[in-house]
């Protein structure tokens, strides 16, 4: 995973946020100290970064304590997220016409209890607690 996917995906894997956060130590990210010579924003972009870039990927980290959890999902996808999830695990059929009397953002509310919430400067960011 790219920095740009972070901001792409709706939906990742704790296994993408710990290689992301690997990748990004071993360009230096993790290494700024301050100084009167460059200030964190001229160093974070002279990798590539931006500091909300580095500020938002730190949070997920630090927030998953370097474990990987299964599944990050942005909040404004969480919805979809849901009924993809109900769709891949065969509780419904998606061409069952039924569905669409499915209240999904019932679902999706019912379904956040088993997610761990975290806001970012940037994104609020919904991480499986399983």
């Excluded at 304590?65 to 419904?92: H, L, M, Q, R």
């Excluded at 061409?95 to 975290?118: I, Q, R």
Aim: glycine share 6%; net charge negative; charged share 35%.
């Amino acid at each position: 995973m790219k920095i740009k996917d972070l901001h792409e995906r709706k939906v990742f894997s704790g296994q993408d946020l710990l290689d992301l956060f690997s990748a990004m130590e071993d360009e230096g990210v993790w290494d700024y100290e301050e100084n009167d010579e460059q200030t964190r924003h001229d160093y974070l972009s002279d990798l590539g970064y931006t500091e909300e870039d580095a500020d938002t990927v730190q949070d997920l980290y630090d927030h998953c304590g370097g474990c990987s959890p299964n599944t990050i999902v942005k909040e404004d996808y969480f919805t979809e997220y849901a009924k993809d999830y109900a769709e891949g695990c065969g509780y419904v059929d998606k061409d069952n016409p039924l569905t669409g009397y499915v209240n999904w953002d019932e679902y999706a509310e019912d379904m956040k209890h088993d997610f761990s919430v975290l806001e970012t400067g940037t994104y609020t960011f919904f991480v499986s607690d399983y």
